[in-house]
């Protein structure tokens, strides 16, 4: 089975800074779409970002400007570089692809932005 491994997650102030990675099998991420979503206690999953195969990025307009998406094929690696850090931004954070049309999670990794 495909594996997705996220990590990077932890307690920082707000205005700080995290990075988030996601560690995929295989040769699945040299050719597939990857994303981030987030999920917050008592709220709905949302998609924070997207990059494409080809390095083609998409942002949710709660996140533009602050968070940068990117991949490194050769390390089978998605990384989500969160900037200026809100305490909304709180959320277990996960990776997500599809192959053979099915969707694959990571197991999300803890962003707390508290004082």
């Known amino acids: 089975q495909v594996q997705l491994v996220e990590s990077g997650g932890g307690l920082v102030q707000p205005g700080g800074s995290l990075r988030l990675s996601c560690v995929a099998s295989?040769?699945?991420?040299?050719?597939?779409?990857m994303h981030w979503y987030r999920q917050a206690p008592g709220k709905q999953r949302e998609l924070v970002a997207t990059?494409?195969?080809?390095?083609?990025?998409n942002y949710a307009d709660s996140v533009k400007g602050r968070f940068s998406i990117s991949r490194d094929n050769a390390k089978n690696t998605a990384y989500l570089q969160m900037n200026s850090l809100k305490p909304e931004d709180t959320a277990v954070y996960y990776c997500?692809?599809?192959?053979?049309?099915?969707?694959?999670w990571g197991q999300g990794t803890q962003v707390t932005v508290s004082s």
């Open positions: 295989g040769s699945i991420f040299s050719i597939n779409a």
């Open positions: 990059i494409t195969s080809g390095g083609s990025t």
């Open positions: 997500k692809t599809f192959f053979a049309g099915l969707p694959y």
